[in-house]
């Protein structure tokens, strides 16, 4: 049944999609055993949070830049040139604990150079999926890519990366390296397509102008202005809980390493589940509702954590946290996609993501100082009040949704 699902959507999906599975794997072994390599050279929760930071600081830098680029050029060789120059920044790093020379600073700068990859990687397969898919069929492509997500970067990939960690700290971020060069190699499979033009062609003007092209579009735009403003405020509340949330799992539950890791599974838990069931509750509910629904969980979710001291409980409320992520992240891309003009997908896109990442990359910060400076549950409550705010605020222009699905 998924070859044939495949099939329908496309070889040039097929191949995005495999690149995708191949490079959100690597992607989680890092995720999983970053914290855990600064972990083993500090104990300070400021320098922990900071690993975070320093990977999504060149959203807040780079995120409108990027999006230019990615519609001026060709999409698909911008993802081959960035998957391998990221790859050769992970061998570096891979070098570096192998002989036992690596520093928070080498941390930092490999996690900067990865971050800035993904601001022009992950814009560009934004806006190549609606290139190589009917837009009838986004809903079914969105749901496949995040449920192959959840099941690589999250299932499988989090507890070996920690289980890889725990083996041989090097070996973990040579896997990931690993993986770029194969996504690379997938990716540059794809046949070429035209770089997208407006309906009615303008000179190309300066890079400024065309950034601010993005951003105007997307402002005037209630709803997805709502959708980005609002992910973003709520990523900078999931960023501050999350930022520690490896001393959370030891301090607060006296998780192991290991257990750590399996914990993040929980996320992949609910997440799958999620993925296989976006497209009905939309359908059942309406866009509106289910987006709505989708800040309440988080509310909820940020009140346990921060209440809770059993691991089974904290697994129990991530479940459902992560169903909520999936639903919402799938119901938000096909409603963005299919509003936004194919000219302006990398620039409106870039936007979207300099408030989501941004925001993230904000709350790291924000968790680490909170965390160091009160308790580690400082920055859930924190979260907790941030995203009742947020719910009262975009309940209204969130029921537009509807009227698109």
Known sequence: MRALVSARLGADFTRLWTASAVSTIGDGVTIAAGPLLV??????????????????LPWLLFALVSGAYVDRLDRR????????????????????VATDTVTVAVVYAVLFLLGAGETVADTAMG???????????????????YATFTVGNQFVAKPL?????VVSAAVPFGVDALTFVVAAALVAGIRPAPVPVPEEPRPRGSLRGEIGQGVRWLWRRRLVRTLAVSMGLG???FGAAFAVFVLY???RLGLSDVGYGFLLTSFAVGGLFGTTVATRLTRTFGA??????GLVVEVVTHVTLAVTTTSWIAAAVLIIFSVHAMVWGITAASVRQRIVPAHLRGRVGSVYALLDLGGAALGALLGGLLAGTWQITTPFWVAAGAMAAIAVLAWRPLGEATRLT
């Open 235 to 237: 990523n900078v509340a």
């Open 288 to 293: 509106g509702a289910v987006l709505r629904g």
């Open 249 to 251: 799992c030891r301090q």
């Open 39 to 56: 972990a083993s050279v500090s104990d300070d929760p400021a320098l922990i949070a900071g690993a975070v930071f320093a990977q999504q």
């Open 161 to 165: 990366g920690a289980w890889l960690f």
């Open 77 to 96: 060789r911008l993802v081959v040139v960035v998957n391998l120059l990221r790859a050769a920044a992970l061998a570096g790093l891979t070098l570096s």
């Open 127 to 145: 806006a190549l999926l609606p290139a190589v898919v009917a837009p009838e069929r986004l809903p079914a492509a969105n749901a496949r890519l």
